[in-house]
């Protein structure tokens, strides 16, 4: 269940969690970052690193075209060098909602050397400082100091704040042009491209009026594009994040945004993961869309080539957490994961048509309105929706669909196929078998051993406070001082639900895959699951642990957290992949 278990970093905009060697990436791991073609060279774009940083200014805040904030800001340039930068930072988004005073002051070459944040996120006060030197960072939140080290020179950047995107993308040097890279506190990459240039005029200047030109430019990381126009003067004029369909527009360049929406959409176009199948591939990709009540879901489906249809099928379903249909993960280091691609194409590589769809409310799928109230029982409907979408479909056998869920995905398998007694098989991959509230104590025990700065005591009295805070939300108790992310409708049902009730009414074969080093869900839960099962009645129950798999079902050494961004490896292993596609084949066979 990704939205516990990962502590995000998603840039600019949403705070959502997305779940979850030196190895080759899988062929089809396309890069995400695309450079304006060689044949039609650009003309050349000022620098963006200039005096035209400094001034007041103001970003207007939008999703799926409605006003959700507004951040006020001015940088001055002191006599001395450098830049000084201050904002006022109001978003009200669900999952990002903050209301920070912030300030940052950085060198002549826009390198960071102190920032400071006051007011709330996710409705909890937070007052922080960082102070950043020769590679040391002295980091002081809510009163509590921790030290660091960090690249020397790199860029800073807060979730969800505007003004400080300038500052990074002063450090591209548009002289050179190309992709280029951007280390950013305090271990990630990120990379930076100029695509193009548009030439437009603002909705309502009268004829005759000269147009504006516009330089686009494409940051990256990992799997998040986040497009921005600049002016003739370097100064970014309009944001864009075309996976959650968000915009931040100076309000003196608002009348701009119209104009150039087709532009956007084009570039939007040119970053957008790519999804067909690799040349010479065993199976061919098609583009689809799934109605699951009144929510569009777009996925890709991947169908043989080879073999006589109808196909087998199966239904992928990601953990917690919004997230695209190749389940990747934000994180330095991890920029090349897509787990549910690498199983997809193996999977039809060998027979099994695959469908795999981006979650409600992100990537090309609607519905972003809706996460405030929805619940994992909501995305088990958008499941049975795409296994309702498939049994139309003449080149789909309709008796041979199976689910593969991992992590929260693991959870909702069980729960669609234990309704549905012509669902095939299911395939539970760090499926939790324990209620959400003690899975979030193992959780919270597991760090907080692990913490050398705690005296016994201090252990003893965080874990019963984190007890009674969990209590709290589920029992109904006063949780306005919680934060909003513990507010919604989907963690108190979270903490409530207990997965072993219901697989217990699973009457399929079942595969249970764990990595022995995973700290998110203990692997002692797929013995509880396998054991439920059986005992239940079910006599085709299958459970493999791998030794050294973490929750994303990579290499790992411990299985923190802490080591995402450095594993050796950002795919599947082969053993994994092969043993659940031929459990999968032998499961489908007519």
């Known amino acids: 269940m990704k939205y516990l278990f990962w502590v995000g970093v998603c840039l600019f905009l949403i705070v959502l969690a997305v779940n979850l060697s030196a190895q080759t990436p899988p062929a089809t791991a396309k890069t995400e970052l695309k450079t304006a073609p060689t044949q039609a060279p650009m003309p050349p774009a000022p620098p963006l690193l200039s005096p035209a940083l400094c001034g007041k200014g103001a970003y207007t805040l939008l999703m799926n075209g409605q006003s959700v904030g507004r951040e006020a800001f001015e940088v001055k340039c002191p006599a001395t060098g450098g830049f000084s930068a201050a904002a006022h930072t ?12 912030t300030a940052i002051e950085l060198d002549a070459s826009a390198i960071p050397s102190r920032f400071t944040a006051k007011g709330t996120t996710l409705g909890v006060a937070t007052e922080q400082e960082v102070i950043l030197k020769d590679g040391k960072a002295k980091i002081t939140m809510n009163g509590t100091p921790k030290e660091m080290t960090y690249p020397t020179g790199a860029s800073f950047l807060a979730p969800n704040l505007f003004y400080l995107i300038p500052f990074i993308a002063a450090r591209y040097d548009t002289a050179k042009g190309g992709t280029q890279d951007i280390a950013v506190f305090p271990t990630f990459t990120m990379k930076m491209v100029r695509l193009g240039r548009n030439v437009v005029q603002a909705a309502g200047i009268v004829s005759g009026a000269p147009p504006e030109a516009f330089d686009r430019y494409n940051l990256q990381f990992g799997p998040i594009s986040t497009l921005f126009w600049t002016d003739s003067k370097g100064r970014i004029a309009i944001i864009s994040v075309p996976m959650q369909n968000f915009f931040a527009v100076r309000e003196d360049y608002s009348g701009y945004l119209e104009p150039l929406r087709a532009a956007m959409a084009s570039a ?3 970053v957008e993961p790519d999804y067909s199948a690799p040349p010479d591939a065993a199976f061919k990709a098609e583009e689809v869309t799934v109605k699951s009540k009144d929510i569009t879901l777009a996925g890709t489906l991947l169908l043989p080539k080879s073999g006589k249809a109808p196909f087998p099928c199966a239904v992928m379903i990601t953990g917690s957490g919004q997230q695209t249909r190749d389940e990747p993960i934000p994180i330095a280091g991890l920029e090349k994961y897509r787990p549910f691609r690498q199983i997809a194409e193996t999977l039809a590589a060998h027979g099994v048509a695959v469908l795999r769809v981006d979650d409600r409310g992100i990537g090309k799928s609607t519905g972003f309105d809706t996460l405030v109230k929805v619940t994992t029982f909501d995305f088990a409907d958008d499941t049975r929706a795409q296994v309702a979408y498939l049994r139309t479909r003449k080149d789909i056998d309709a008796k041979r669909i199976a689910l593969i869920g991992h992590s929260e995905g693991g959870v909702i398998a069980p729960l669609v196929a234990s309704a549905d007694p012509k669902i095939s098989a299911i395939v539970i991959m760090a499926g939790s078998a324990k209620t959400g509230e003690d899975v979030v104590m193992d959780q919270t025990a597991d760090l907080i ?10 252990k003893a009295q965080a874990l019963a406070q984190q007890k009674a805070y969990l209590e709290t939300i589920r029992t109904g108790g006063d949780i306005t001082k919680l934060p909003d992310t513990v507010k919604n409708a989907w963690y108190k049902a979270f903490l409530i639900y207990d997965p072993l009730p219901t697989i217990r009414k699973v009457h399929q074969p079942i595969l249970i895959l764990q990595g022995a080093l995973d700290r998110q869900v203990t692997a002692d839960q797929a013995t509880m699951l396998e ?15 791998f030794p050294d798999l973490n929750h994303l079902f990579l290499k790992a050494k411990t299985g923190s957290f802490n080591e995402y961004s450095s594993l050796s490896s950002t795919a599947i292993p082969d053993d994994v992949l092969e043993r659940m596609s031929a459990w999968l084949q032998e499961r489908l066979e007519k």
């Open 90 to 101: 109001d978003l009200h988004i669900p999952g990002a909602t903050i209301d920070m005073q």
């Open 268 to 270: 939007a176009k040119a």
């Open 449 to 458: 051993d692990r913490n050398p700065t705690l005296t016994a005591e201090e």
């Open 531 to 545: 054991k439920a099962a059986r005992e239940a009645g079910n006599k085709d129950v299958t459970a493999m642990v």
